[in-house]
């Protein structure tokens, strides 16, 4: 049974929203309910395993997004539509995501503060990262940068010889050092870290809510869509969500915190008034703030590239490995495989244009409708990799994995409705490749990880790479020279995947900024006592994976609406950091 009315009300249980409910409910004196439109994360056992986590997207506990037709990117995906997977689920998606940790540079943080979001510096958002933090790598547990106790498990990625026999000394053969790349510096290698306890996914559910949820004052309520945030007079007073389906309004004394996603944040404001006057007139809804909700979209793109490895050391599936798993909750099964990201630097900025993340998994996907569902491939797409899969001399050795991800494109898309009904999918249009830049620095990324395979830690496991996508995977590619960028331009726009890293469609800024829906303070511009709290409040994505800003941003904004500083001690150990 719910309440009528709470304190705080926060939309959305995902990796912001859980940490929020967990810091507002230690003051008892206030009622949270926390409202997520999917399940429990304890349906699903895949949900737990790490090494599972694509066998997550196009599930129920996904919300299964798809872009627009895209115009110069995503050709082997069926309509040129991208998919984009979303956690629909207590934890969102730090339950579904592939629980690879990283931070970003401290330039990110510092270049939000410089372009107005005061407050978000370097040295103003490391205590709280500290502060999440419960660092089980015994090589970092004494460094300044990181935290021992918190709530959020950072263990080690490290699962085959492949980590320090190739990746390693290959990055290091490049003129790379190796780093902490949360700690001082970003550039270099950095052995993986990943949120997992005793090779278990460690989701913001698990880490936060759950143990906040023996607290009275604290309400969950799951498999409940919110349709609209209710105001009056400019002020927030509520939501109105469906549930059971059984139409609900509750109110809030307090504040409405949104916190649905850098998707379903922008679709929730839109739908309640807040948006681009133009957008919301053309489908009947009643202006209450012309803001540039849903605009400024970034995401982080990537290429993947397949290299041979003569010692078959990394991971294959096999029922053997499910077996040991299930019984004794070891062997591979229990780690992401991804075991390491090299951070480039381009002479021109402080920023890393391009991270190299290497991932240890070996030979192709199978042709199954789980797979098809969860790329979108093109069917004809899909039968040529089966078909590859087959050939002799991918049989012959093992593979594994390499990305190149562009860090810091400068295409921006956005998101809008598709109409005025709560239950129809946002429109996703992120212009991949929009900018003629983003290909130029795309390709220097993946020039940097060909000439990996010429060092002597590559070559000592013959990692050539490896491309039977010339004849089945690409064949309006296959006929331009292999290394010449007219080859990579075209394999680019035809297998450039998205990372799923969606920030910036409600961004801060200052009261001078009309790029900005919110104030550093994250409270929504033109509106009372309603706050964004996600990675839809980022003025640009940061350099690497989201997740840990997110739940940096959720943290920061916790003390903000209650107005202490619990991290004052943190910031006097790290003031000169």
């Known amino acids: 049974m719910l309440n009528s009315s709470y304190s705080y009300i926060i939309v959305g249980a995902g990796s912001a929203g859980c940490v929020l409910a967990n810091?507002?409910?230690?003051?008892?004196?206030?009622?949270?309910?926390?409202?997520?439109?999917?399940?429990?994360?304890?349906?699903?056992?895949?949900?737990?395993?790490?090494?599972?986590?694509?066998?997550?997207?196009?599930?129920?506990?996904?919300?299964?997004?798809?872009t627009i037709p895209q115009k110069y990117a995503c050709f082997n995906m069926q309509g040129k539509e991208c998919t984009w997977p979303r956690g629909r689920v207590?934890?969102?998606?730090?339950?579904?995501?592939?629980?690879?940790?990283?931070?970003?540079?401290?330039?990110?943080?510092?270049?939000?503060?410089?372009?107005?979001?005061?407050?978000?510096?370097?040295?103003?958002?490391?205590?709280y990262f500290i502060k999440s933090e419960d660092m089980q790598i015994p090589s970092l547990q004494n460094s300044p940068y990181h935290g021992i106790g918190g709530p959020l498990i950072v263990s080690d990625s490290k699962a085959t010889p492949l980590s320090d026999k190739v990746y390693r000394r290959g990055m290091q053969e490049m003129g790379y050092d190796v780093v902490d790349c949360n700690g001082e510096t970003q550039i270099g290698f950095c052995p993986g870290q990943e949120t997992t306890k005793n090779r278990e996914r460690w989701s913001t559910a698990k880490a936060f809510l759950r143990p906040a949820?023996?607290?009275?004052?604290?309400?969950?309520?799951?498999?409940?869509?919110?349709?609209?945030?209710?105001?009056?007079?400019?002020?927030?007073?509520?939501?109105?969500?469906?549930?059971?389906?059984?139409?609900?309004v509750i109110k809030a004394e307090k504040e409405v915190i949104i916190s649905a996603g850098a998707i379903n944040s922008p679709k929730i404001l839109m739908l309640s008034g807040i948006g681009p006057k133009e957008h919301l007139e053309s489908l009947g809804i009643p202006l209450v703030a012309d803001l540039p909700v849903g605009?400024?979209?970034?995401?982080?793109?990537?290429?993947?590239?397949?290299?041979?490895?003569?010692?078959?050391?990394?991971?294959?599936?096999?029922?053997?490995?499910?077996?040991?798993?299930?019984?004794?909750?070891?062997?591979?099964?229990?780690?992401?495989?991804?075991?390491g990201s090299a951070f480039l630097k381009d002479?021109?900025?402080?920023?890393?244009?391009?991270?190299?993340?290497?991932?240890?998994?070996?030979?192709?996907?199978?042709?199954?409708?789980?797979?098809?569902?969860?790329?979108?491939?093109?069917?004809?797409?899909?039968?040529?990799?089966?078909?590859?899969s087959k050939n002799s001399s991918i049989k012959a050795g093992g593979t594994f994995i390499a990305l190149c991800t562009l860090l810091h494109p400068k295409s921006r898309g956005k998101i809008r409705l598709r109409s005025d009904d709560p239950f129809d999918s946002p429109l996703i249009d992120p212009k991949y490749?929009?900018?003629?830049?983003?290909?130029?620095?795309?390709?220097?990324?993946?020039?940097?990880?060909?000439?990996?395979?010429?060092?002597?830690?590559?070559?000592?496991?013959?990692?050539?790479?490896?491309d039977p996508?010339?004849?089945?995977?690409?064949?309006?590619?296959?006929?331009?020279?292999?290394?010449?960028?007219?080859?990579?331009?075209?394999?680019v726009k035809y297998n450039l995947l998205a990372m799923y890293h969606t920030t910036s469609t409600c961004r801060m800024g200052a009261a001078t900024d009309n790029t900005a829906v919110v104030d550093p303070q994250l409270r929504v511009r033109g509106v009372r006592d309603l706050r964004i709290v996600d990675a839809?409040?980022?003025?640009?994505?940061?350099?690497?994976?989201?997740?840990?800003?997110?739940?940096?941003?959720?943290?920061?904004?916790?003390?903000?609406?209650?107005?202490?500083?619990?991290v004052k001690h943190i910031r006097e150990k790290t003031a000169n950091l």
């Open 23 to 66: 810091k507002l409910s230690e003051d008892l004196r206030s009622s949270v309910l926390i409202i997520e439109a999917g399940g429990s994360e304890d349906e699903s056992e895949l949900m737990h395993i790490p090494f599972l986590s694509g066998a997550l997207q196009a599930t129920k506990h996904d919300w299964a997004f798809r």
């Open 90 to 127: 207590l934890g969102g998606s730090s339950s579904i995501n592939y629980m690879h940790h990283i931070r970003g540079s401290r330039h990110d943080f510092d270049g939000w503060a410089k372009e107005g979001a005061d407050g978000w510096s370097y040295k103003d958002v490391l205590p």
């Open 213 to 248: 949820m023996i607290r009275p004052n604290l309400h969950v309520a799951t498999n409940s869509y919110v349709s609209k945030i209710m105001i009056k007079d400019k002020k927030a007073v509520g939501v109105s969500m469906i549930r059971n389906n059984v139409k609900h």
């Open 295 to 339: 605009e400024n979209l970034e995401d982080h793109i990537n290429v993947h590239m397949l290299f041979r490895d003569n010692t078959s050391s990394a991971f294959s599936p096999s029922a053997i490995s499910f077996l040991k798993y299930s019984l004794l909750k070891s062997g591979p099964l229990g780690k992401t495989h991804i075991e």
């Open 347 to 388: 002479d021109d900025s402080l920023l890393p244009y391009a991270q190299l993340s290497f991932y240890s998994v070996s030979g192709f996907p199978s042709m199954d409708e789980g797979f098809i569902k969860t790329l979108n491939l093109d069917p004809e797409v899909l039968q040529r990799m089966y078909d590859a």
């Open 433 to 466: 490749l929009d900018h003629p830049d983003d290909m130029k620095m795309l390709l220097k990324g993946i020039k940097q990880l060909l000439q990996l395979a010429n060092t002597t830690a590559f070559r000592s496991v013959g990692a050539s790479p490896l």
């Open 469 to 491: 996508y010339d004849e089945y995977f690409y064949p309006p590619c296959k006929d331009l020279p292999y290394e010449a960028d007219e080859y990579w331009i075209c394999r």
């Open 536 to 566: 839809s409040v980022m003025r640009h994505v940061p350099s690497g994976n989201p997740n840990a800003p997110t739940i940096m941003i959720a943290e920061k904004a916790a003390d903000m609406i209650r107005e202490i500083d619990s």
